[in-house]
Structure formats: C-alpha cells, structure tokens
C-alpha cells in the first residue's frame, strides 16, 4: 500500500504527492537529459550571471518541494530583481536532485501575459531544452499544445510567471488549468504535480492560495525572493526624489468636458523635467497614452506644446519600432517623446542607460498593480541610473511597501486590482483560479440538490441503478422523504450532469472517479445522470451517492 495515502471505502484519498516509480531504462534516460540540462545552464550562467538572492530563494523553493505534502509555491519578488533568473536558478536545483528524478521535458513555464515579447525574452534565458515548453496566454486555449501535454502525466512542474494576470476564476488559466485536469487536489497529488507561482503583485491570489492550508496542510508555501546587493526599487527612487505624482498629459477623444487648458499645463511641467537634463545630455521620455484616436490628439498636443525640437515617436503593436530596447541603446540625437499604449507592462525589462522621463498614465481610480508592474516597474533593477523621474501614483507605492514589509499578510491595507476589492476595512479577494473550492470536489460537484458544499465525503456509498424509477425508490426506502425530482433529458435524449460547473454528458468513470460529492447537511444525497458509452443514450445508467 502507498504510504501516502489513506484508504476510505475502497478508495485512496491521497494527502502527499505519490512517488513516481521509472524503470532503470527511464532513469537512465532522465539521467541523459538531465546532463544536457546542466551543461546549458552552464553555458547560460556565463551570459546571466546567478546571484546571492536568487540562489537563496533557489533553495527555500526545492525546500518547500521536499514536503510531500507541498502542491503550490508562490514567489514573491519585487519587480526586476531576478525573478527569471531565480527561476532558472531554481530549474537547475530541483532537476539536479536525483531524488526527484523529474525529466526536463516534464517542466513547462507559462503566464496569463498575452505578450510575444515576454515568450520571447523568456526563451532567451531558459535553457534550450525548455523553450518549447514556455507558453503565453493565447498559446493556453482549452485545446492547446500544453493541456495536451500536461493532462495527465505524471511528476512535472509548472512554473507560473505574473500570475496576477488573466487569475480571476473562469479566465484562461483557469480553463486551461480545468482542461487540462489541474483543477483537482487528488489528481495533483496522484501524479504529483508541483506548481510554482511567480509576481512582484500577487493581489488576491496569494491569499486564497494561503487558504489551501486550511484544508490540505502544508498544500501550499509562500517564498520571499529579497531584493540582491545593489537593487534599486521604486521606493529607494522615492526616498531619492526621483518619483513625483502623475498628472493628466492625454486626450481623451470621449470627454467633452475635459480642459485641455490643464493638460498643456502638465505638459509644460513635464517639458521642464526634459530640459533639466540639457541639450548634451539627451534623452528617451516615456509618456504612457489612451488608446485609439486618442494617442493621435495626444501626440499632436505635445508637439503644439513643446515643438521642434523634440522627437516625437509612437511604440506599439504597429509602430516602426521592432524592439525597444535596441533603440534606446544609443543616445538620441535630441530628446525623443516615446509614446506607448499597453505596452510596457509587466516582466519587460527595459535598457535604462538613456532613460530620462516617465510618466504612467494617469486614473482617478488606478489599478494598483498596475501602477506597480507599470512604468515604475521597468524603471527598477540592478541597472537604474538614478536621475530618472518618474511620474506614477505616490500612494500606491507607499501602500505597496507596507505590503512587502508585511509579506502580504496584512489584510488592512487597501488594494486595488482585478483580483481584490476593499470592504468593511479589510482586503478581500475576487475569486481566483487559486480558490480552494477549485481544487476540491466537495465544493465543486453539483446536482438538483443545492445549499452549502461543504465536506461530507467520508464513507459514502454508492449504488448504480439501471432506471431512474429504482434510483428514486431506494433513495425514498433508504433515506426517506419524497427522493429526487424528475428530471428531464436534453434535446438528443440524453440526460446532462453538471460537474465542475460544466453541464455535460459524462460516462460512469468520470462520475465514479470522484471521491467527494458535495454533501452537505442539507443534502443528504446525490445522483447523478451517466452513461457506459456516451454516445448512446440507451446506456443510461443512475448512480446515487450517500452518507
């Protein structure tokens, strides 16, 4: 018998991750790849050189893992100091244990980003071995390349980066996640499944994911990767002067109302901070703009403004402008204007040698993570030349600190981002993929009877029945009360389950595979609607579920 397990009527209700057993034949060939592995990390340590800090939280993170009971580790990290390093760093830890005996090919990083430009920036410093396992978010669909992949097998990774994006509950990765059968504690602990969670602004996910705890002890740890000797992050440019608050500088081409009077204003105010630096000293100012028509009226603003004797460029998905950082790389001519859309945002890292202004766009009502992942975000690291000013909401980066200095415990402190909200003087969260009802049947299986689903899934019986009308009768027999009402069959004729909140045809395995069902006190029974061949609605058979 496995000793991870415990047994419950004949079935394993498993409480730490099962060892994967190989034959010598696999392990030679794990130990085959794992070399290669190696001797590329070693060839990538000479371009990007590992440091103290990401080492450290390197070994807390196969630390958490060595506790079988560990399904889920989130990172958390400060934005640009070393997270994709640490990750690697990590990547060659873990892999070079041979008491984990985890093939590479086993190890998949992804993000909800929906950037090219991460994937590629992220290619570039995995090891060659990986980077066809590195997907972003249109690359996550229910019928991707990584749920095929991933469904299913046994003793793998999953390396997350910014996992605040595209979290909430029914957004892509939780319907790549629920594709690919990730949604179900048993099953990740069956196959032993790790997953690995990076952000600098965890929102509400780092608290739902502390909450697995609560029903799976030690399900899932939290790791704080600290800044590195010589990291400058946007509080140190605070305290340094260099951040001051941001003002309106964009036209919006919807608002009737809005004085353009005090957008020239600020425009000035920002033409100054320009000229600070002087003609010899020229620079690349970021200013981010609104969307559609309304960049256009913004940029023709500027130049009304400020001149000629600027350069005025636009970076987007459409710009003239292929990457960035190659741009920036040698001094302008003159002091360039870069306008930006939705670019810029998280994980980019940008070359800050020439960097002079930048200004986030400005919100009555910002998003905190965003201000945080924003503009102020790529202006932090190892590499900041420290007279840059930046132009970002003072606030939100006050209430951040308080929150690292807190390693995100301290609910008092007021977020705002997709994932939280703010009430009765407490922080909340908006349900995310991380919620533990995700991950366990008990909350998650449905039927005609509603009301609290909470546990009730020891010692339950189970009993098949051919007809409803024999269902309905032992249930009245055994049970009592008046049983289950009728129920009625699609359009085709076959009668749907809904499981997971999906309402689907299922077989008798898919039913008779889950080993909680949702029973409450107020339920006293389940019975569910499946078939032996789900494309015949004569193999319909009843399965009933009780105390």
Known sequence: ??????????????????????????????????????????????????????????????????????INVMVLGKTQSGKTGGMVEFVGQYAQNPNNNIPPDHIYVVTGLSSVEWKDQTKERFPRSLRDHIYHRSELTNESKFVYEVKGKKNIMIIMDEVHVAAKDNQTIYKAFEAAELLDIQKLYMNDVKILEYTATPDGTIHELMKWNEKWPNASQK???????????????????????????????KDLHMDIGIIRKNIEKLRNDVDSYGDADTRYHIVRTRTGASQDSTISLFKDVCGDRYNYVSYDRRSDIQNINSYMKERPEKHTFIFIKE?????????????????????????????????????????????????????????????????????????????????????????????????????????????????????????????????????????????????????????????????????IDSIRSSRKYGLNKKSKFRLYPCYTDVTDNNTLQWLAVHK
Not at 6 to 30: C, F
Not at 428 to 454: C, I, L, P, Q, R
Request: hydrophobic share 30%; glycine share 6%; proline share 2%.
């Open 1 to 70: 018998m496995n000793p991870n397990v415990q047994v419950t009527m004949g079935d394993e209700i498993y409480t730490e991750r099962a060892v994967i057993k190989y034959s010598d034949r696999e392990l030679a060939k794990i130990d085959r790849s794992s070399k290669i592995l190696q001797l590329e990390l070693e060839d990538l340590a000479e371009e990007h050189t590992r440091f103290p800090n990401q080492k450290t939280a390197a070994e807390d993170i196969v630390n958490c893992f060595d506790d079988k009971h560990t």
């Open 223 to 253: 790791v704080m990767m600290q800044p590195g000797e010589g990291y400058t992050g946007i509080m140190d440019l605070y305290k340094m002067g260099k951040v001051k608050q941001y003002k309106e500088l964009c036209v919006d081409e």
């Open 343 to 507: 670019m810029l945002r998280c994980a980019k890292t940008l070359t800050k040698t020439f960097m002079g202004v930048l200004h986030e766009r400005y919100t009555k009502h910002p998003d905190d993570s965003a201000i945080i992942q924003g503009l102020s975000g790529r202006n932090t690291g190892y590499d900041v030349n420290h007279d840059s000013i930046i132009y970002t909401n003072i606030d939100t980066i006050l209430r951040y600190e308080q929150l690292w200095e807190s390693a995100f415990n301290d609910v008092t402190v007021r977020w705002n981002s997709k994932t939280t909200k703010f009430k009765n003087g407490e922080q909340t969260t908006k349900k995310t993929f991380n919620h533990a009802a995700n991950y366990d049947e008990t909350s998650s299986m449905d039927s005609e009877e509603s009301g609290d689903s909470s546990s009730g899934g020891n010692d339950l019986i189970r009993n098949l029945f051919d007809s409803f009308k024999k269902a309905k009768e032992y249930i009245k027999t055994t049970l009592g009360g008046h049983g289950p009402k009728t129920r009625i069959p699609n359009a085709d004729g076959f009668y749907e389950a809904v499981i997971r909140s999906r309402k689907e045809i299922y077989d």
